[in-house]
C-alpha cells in the first residue's frame, strides 16, 4: 500500500481520473513479518539494499570495488556488455522466527490503514471518487499464503479495509467474500489467470455499476 499511496500521488492523480479503485492487502501482510524494532512505515524492515557483486571490471569473480558499487555508468556499462545482472533494491523474505501470528499481533496493520487513509484524503482533494476493495486469494494452492500466520495477517487486513472505509465513508467492495478460490481462476495462491481477471474484472463492474448507480 505504500506503493500504491506514492503512485496515486505521482502517476494517477496527475490523469485526473473520476474513480480510484484501491485493492492492497496481501503483500502488507509480508511487511508486518519483522522484528518488531524494525517495523516501520516506510518498509525498511522489509527491503534489502543493492547486492555486493562478486564482480570487478579487472578481475572477473573479484571482489567488487567502492566506486563499482556506487557508479551508475559502471553499473550501466557492465549491464550492456554483459558482465553483471540487472539487480537492484527489493525485499527480504520473511525470515522464519517472525513469520507467526503472534508477530502480526505485535506489528498490527496501522500503516497499511494510514495508507488507506492517505490515498482517500488524496483523491478525494483532487475530486475523485474511491473504493475499497478487499484482498482475495485461493486455498487451493498449498502455498505460503495458506498457512495460519498468513491467513490470520489477510484476515486482519481485510478487516483493517473494512474499518476505514466505515470511518471515512468509503464503500468497501468485499472481493474476498465473493471471488471463487477455484484453481480454475488462479496462476498461484495470489494471482489470477486470464480467466481469473475476466472474471474479476466482471466482479468489479458490478459493484461500480451498482454504487455508482449507473444506468
Known amino acids: 500500500s505504500l506503493e500504491s499511496l506514492l503512485n496515486l500521488q505521482l502517476r494517477v492523480l496527475p490523469l485526473k481520473p473520476d474513480l480510484v479503485i484501491v485493492s492492497d492487502g496481501i503483500n ?14 516506510d518498509n525498511s ?16 569473480g573479484g571482489t567488487a570495488h567502492s566506486w563499482w558499487d556506487h557508479s ?14 540487472v539487480r537492484g533494491v527489493g525485499v527480504r523474505p520473511p525470515e522464519r522466527p517472525w ?4 508477530t502480526l499481533e505485535t506489528n498490527a ?7 488507506l487513509e492517505e490515498m482517500i484524503l488524496l483523491a478525494r482533494h483532487y475530486g ?3 473504493i475499497l476493495a478487499t484482498a482475495a486469494h485461493s486455498r487451493a494452492y498449498d502455498d505460503y499464503l495458506v498457512t495460519q500466520a498468513y491467513e490470520f495477517g489477510i484476515v486482519q487486513n481485510n478487516d483493517a479495509i473494512r474499518r476505514v472505509g466505515q ?13 471463487p478460490g477455484d484453481m480454475e481462476y488462479w496462476v498461484d495462491d495470489a494471482h489470477v489467470n486470464a480467466r481469473g ?13 451498482k454504487q455508482m448507480k449507473l444506468p
Request: positive net charge; aromatic residues 14%.
Open 197 to 209: 481477471a475476466c472474471h474479476q474484472a466482471e466482479l468489479f463492474a458490478g459493484f461500480i455499476h
Open 28 to 41: 502488507d501482510v509480508s511487511t508486518r513479518m519483522v522484528p518488531p524494532e524494525d517495523y516501520k512505515r
Open 99 to 102: 513469520v507467526s501470528v503472534a
Open 109 to 115: 496493520p496501522v500503516f497499511f490503514e494510514r495508507n
Open 72 to 85: 551508475m555508468l559502471a553499473h550501466y556499462v557492465a549491464v550492456r556488455l554483459g558482465r553483471l545482472p
Open 128 to 130: 475523485a471518487q474511491i
Open 45 to 60: 524492515g522489509h527491503q534489502k539494499w543493492w547486492a555486493i557483486y562478486e564482480l570487478s571490471l579487472h578481475q572477473p
Open 167 to 179: 470511518r471515512l465513508n468509503v464503500p468497501v467492495f468485499d472481493f474476498a467474500a465473493v471471488m
